[in-house]
């Protein structure tokens, strides 16, 4: 009765706070954290006692999974260099450099504790970052780049915290601290792959929602487990599994297994999300307790905490400004080799006429220089640019990973508690400090959000692409094949006045499309579906050729689920109501 009685005042407080945070215009981890520490000091509250395993391989995979099933996998793949200088270099750099900053500051700890310390405070958590940058408009790039940051370097952390663990029983050299980095990312980038195909075409053997979505809660972990048993980043295995799932789902999985899925994972998380972070705040109180009871300084660990809070802020800004300078360099050997580009193009063009090539050939070259120069425009088009460059220096917020992790230090580790708690000071001063500021910084450098007639034309241009596959559609069935379905020219009227994203609404129904109506609903359904059929391959065939943004792909993806949901219930009930 105890347990159910606080899960659920948790889940009440939860969904309280994150309301109030947003009508305050606050990231709801930020008011979470806020509220868990002051009740934390409010006599008679008991002190969470939670095994920081429950987070980092209970909670910490779905989370992850979550937010990578819905990452796009060509933006992911566009922004791999800003994202792996990010999410591996930069954790490299701050767990060597904090590593040596604990080490001056406490003598009595050794290298490998100092080292596994700084690989605690090196990961950032992107939550609270990209809830305010969505808010206030960011460019799809840069918030790209900062969720695929959280997404990878909670892998890069773990992998040091792991080999700085084992340093402290053991001599470990830096050529066996490589060897294992590459390792576990390679193992578990092809337990990822494996597990995300694989996911997919079971799921697609399902014709169940409700089946569907319980199979979707496992996944995380049958990735995460098999590679952690391998001694693989299980956390790696897991965002990479996301990705390739996310990417993949539409072409395999129905419009209506994919809406329940959303909806389920976006609740599971935000809870998951909530209660890790109030979580967080109500443990300061009871660390404050054991490093008393260690006979330690509070005040000197609160003290170091704070340094290394502005040590961990002034590496990131250090490392943002040449990493900027390197994509603008990209960004200027794009403009220059586009004209090269062209002139390809043109090349091509030319040996198609000539025929001096086979067809399926050049179709092969055309896609991949179609992708080539979509790639190219993405670059010159959502440029970073130095005040980009400045939200993604102070965008370096630690979270609940940092005091998780911190707590699977060894219990044998010199001045343990101050360490914890150590970690816990620069994962909220980080947290409330960048976090209350970002949107001020936001507005202060003027970063320029997407262009929205940029948008709208390139919306208008893929709802055409999707327009004209549907039309070819409907003109088979204004003119059947011998043997195929024969379909009620009323019917096809009136799908071809209403199809989807005819970019008007549906034209009144006349007296005799009524009765067509009424006498044809299956076969008008039934064509609805091919013509919905029909746009999705034309949405996926546009994906494949990467000449689209991601946010009009999703806009379009979403109103095709919508849309083929609601008929293919209809087709159902037709069904069920025929057998």
Avoid: C
């Avoid at 920081?52 to 990578?68: E, F, H, K, R």
């Avoid at 200027?332 to 091509?348: D, G, T």
């Avoid at 039934?526 to 029909?534: H, K, S």
């Amino acid at each position: 009765m105890e347990l159910t009685l606080i899960a659920v005042v948790g889940v009440v407080a939860i969904v309280a706070v994150a309301a109030f945070s947003e009508r305050l215009g606050l990231a709801a981890p930020l008011g979470l954290v806020v509220v868990g520490i002051a009740v934390s000091f409010v006599p008679g509250v008991p002190r969470p006692e939670i095994e920081p395993d429950w987070v980092l391989a209970g909670a910490l995979p779905p989370l992850l999974y979550s937010a990578a099933v819905n990452v796009p996998a060509i933006d992911f793949r566009r922004n791999v260099k800003p994202i792996s200088g990010l999410a591996v270099l930069l954790v490299a750099v701050t767990t060597l450099g904090a590593g040596w900053l604990f080490h001056l500051l406490l003598p009595g700890v050794g290298w490998p504790a100092a080292f596994a310390l700084g690989a605690v405070v090196s990961p950032t958590d992107a939550v609270a970052a990209t809830a305010v940058g969505r808010r206030l408009g960011l460019p799809a790039r840069l918030l790209t780049v900062l969720e695929g940051e959280g997404l990878v370097n909670d892998a890069s952390a773990l992998v040091l915290l792991r080999s700085a663990v084992l340093a402290t029983a053991g001599s470990v050299t830096l050529a066996e601290v490589a060897g294992h980095f590459v390792y576990s990312v390679v193992l578990a980038v092809a337990v990822g792959a494996v597990v995300g195909v694989v996911n997919v075409r079971v799921r697609a053997l399902l014709e169940d929602s409700v089946l569907n979505t319980a199979i979707s809660f496992v996944v995380p972990f049958v990735a995460f487990v098999p590679a952690e048993e391998l001694e693989a980043s299980g956390v790696l295995a897991v965002v990479v599994a996301g990705l390739v799932t996310g990417h993949r789902s539409p072409e395999r999985l129905r419009a209506v297994d994919r809406l329940a899925e959303a909806t389920n994972w976006r609740t599971l998380a935000f809870l998951l999300e909530g209660g890790i972070f109030l979580l967080m705040g109500l443990s300061l109180h009871g660390l404050l307790d054991e490093v008393h009871d260690e006979g330690l300084g509070v005040g000197r660990a609160l003290a170091i905490g704070l340094l290394a809070s502005a040590f961990v802020i002034v590496v990131r800004m250090v490392f943002v400004a040449p990493l900027v300078a390197a994509l603008r360099n990209d960004e200027r050997r794009a403009a220059r080799a586009k004209p090269h580009l062209a002139r390809m193009q043109e090349r091509l063009a030319g040996l198609q006429e000539e025929r001096r090539v086979s067809e399926k050939r050049m179709r092969r070259i055309e896609q991949r220089t179609a992708q080539v120069v979509a790639r190219i425009d993405f670059m010159l088009r959502e440029a970073l640019g130095w005040r980009g460059g400045v939200v993604l220096a102070w965008s370096g917020m630690r979270g609940a990973i940092t005091v998780a992790a911190a707590q699977t230090l060894p219990e044998d580790t010199p001045y343990r508690p101050q360490l914890v708690l150590i970690a816990f000071v620069v994962a909220v001063t980080t947290l409330l400090l960048q976090g209350l500021t970002l949107p001020w910084v936001i507005r202060a450098v003027r970063v320029p959000g997407d262009d929205p007639e940029r948008l709208r034309e390139e919306y208008a241009r893929l709802l055409g692409e999707l327009g004209a596959a549907a039309s070819d559609v409907l003109d088979a069935a204004e003119r059947p094949a011998p043997g195929g379905a024969v379909y009620d020219p009323a019917i096809v009227s009136r799908v071809r006045s209403d199809f989807a994203f005819r970019g008007r609404g549906p034209e009144p129904v006349g007296e005799a499309d009524r009765e067509a109506l009424e006498t044809g609903r299956e076969q008008y359904v039934r064509l609805r579906l091919r013509v919905l059929e029909a746009e999705r391959a034309a949405a996926l065939a546009a994906r494949a050729k990467g000449v689209y943004s991601s946010r009009a792909l999703s806009q379009v993806q979403h109103r095709l689920d919508v849309e083929e949901a609601r008929f293919q219930q209809f087709a159902d009930e037709a069904d069920e109501a025929g057998r």
